[in-house]
């Protein structure tokens, strides 16, 4: 019988903590009865890092289909990139490439079954612009590389706190009102709704949708957008049937028992919600990427290159993406009776 597929692990930005919290990580695989993962890049970059921690973990380079069975012993590697030559906080030419090979063979064993689901490590976004990577970061790629068309993504940090879309996400807050249009809105939380249903289990999503404005435009006297573009979005999806509330005003919908009345908030930019969910949760949010046929998550930090290999950093938001991964995937797989 065929070994039963684990999660695909990129090692994202080997200069920065992503080989740290993969090994914090495998160590903690009995006490916290993690899923199987390999982790795919150098498996160099790991032994180095290890001996640098100190810290007793075996790395075994495998195919992905032995990584379950070696996963027990061995922090499994499967190759992938160049030889990195970067040092921890010193990301350098080998960054990138090794980087992006990463996300391609991840994304490319997930497509043929031969991984559960994909898990991505922090990469730099400005070490990849460098290097020519025309996508603003993981979640447009992965829609790349998705198919054919590529499916709209949408970027969710959930945490059991909190979940939060920004409908706009990495673009210049000056571009934002120009953005934000209906269609941009009422795609978002289709897709949200849709996931939330069939990924997590929600019957009935919740969706609460932020002004744009201070007070959600103050009836069109703070700025015309929330009336204009997201009051027309917010009814167009409840005459779809979709149950969204909106636009409300977003310094006052993340106190608890506001946070009691929905099941995910869309905002219409990326601090506006990123920032509430990271203070909640930092250590236990989420990245995941709604709209993709199939799943992906990541840890809700970044590279934080200050902290690669001084064995300060916190293995835990990776350690709750790898646990949501597997939860997620295993009910894609029972819902396409896989
Ligand atoms: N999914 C991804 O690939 C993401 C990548 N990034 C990238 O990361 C780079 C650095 O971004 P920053 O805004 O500085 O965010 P950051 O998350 O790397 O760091 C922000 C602060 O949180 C601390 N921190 C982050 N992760 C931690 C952990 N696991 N344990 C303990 N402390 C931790 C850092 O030391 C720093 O003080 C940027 O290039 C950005 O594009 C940022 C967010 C997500
Ligand atoms: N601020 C979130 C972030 O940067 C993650 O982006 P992505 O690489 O997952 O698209």
């Known amino acids: 019988m065929a070994p ?8 994202g930005e080997p200069a920065g903590i992503g080989p740290d919290i993969t090994l914090a990580a ?12 390999f982790a795919i890049g150098d498996a160099a970059v ?29 922090l499994p590697v499967v190759s992938a990139g160049p030889a990195v030559t970067a040092a921890p906080g010193h990301p350098d030419e080998t960054s990138a490439p090794s980087a992006r090979a990463a996300i391609d063979d991840a994304v490319a064993l997930v497509k043929a079954g031969r991984a559960t689901a994909v898990v991505t490590n922090p990469i730099s976004k400005a070490v990849l612009y460098a290097d020519g990577f025309a996508f603003p970061g993981h979640t447009e790629y992965l829609a790349h590389l998705a ?24 673009v210049p807050l000056a571009d934002v009102p120009r953005l934000l249009t209906r269609e941009l809105i009422i795609e978002t939380a289709r897709i949200t709704a849709h996931d939330l249903r069939h990924r997590f289990g929600i019957e009935a999503p919740r969706l609460a949708i932020c002004g744009l404005n201070p007070h959600a435009g103050e009836e069109g006297t703070l700025g015309r957008e929330d009336e204009e573009v997201t009051r027309p979005a917010v009814e167009a ?21 506001a946070r009691a009345t929905y099941d995910a908030a869309i905002g ?8 509430p969910a990271k203070a909640l949760a930092f250590d236990r949010a989420v990245n995941v990427t709604l709209g993709l046929p199939f799943v992906r998550t990541s840890p809700d930090h970044g590279t934080a290159f200050a902290l690669a290999g001084t064995g300060r950093a916190d293995p835990s938001s990776l350690i709750e993406a790898l646990r949501l991964a597997h939860r997620l995937s295993a009910r894609d797989a029972a819902r396409s009776g896989r």
Do not use: K, N
Request: glycine share 4%.
């Open 4 to 11: 039963p597929p684990a999660l695909a692990l990129t090692l």
């Open 46 to 74: 790991l032994r180095r890092r290890a001996a640098a921690l100190g810290l007793d973990v075996p790395v075994r380079a495998c195919a992905p289909e032995e990584a379950a069975a070696v996963f027990a012993s061995a």
């Open 26 to 37: 495998w160590l903690t695989r009995q006490q916290r009865s993690l899923p199987a993962f």
């Open 237 to 257: 999806l409840r005459q779809e049937g979709i149950d969204a509330r909106g636009p409300l005003p977003a310094d006052t919908l993340f106190h608890a028992a």
């Open 147 to 170: 198919g054919t068309p590529a499916p709209r993504p949408v970027m969710m940090i959930w945490s059991p706190e909190l979940a939060v879309i920004p409908a706009t996400i990495h």
């Open 268 to 275: 219409a930019y990326h601090d506006q919600v990123l920032a």
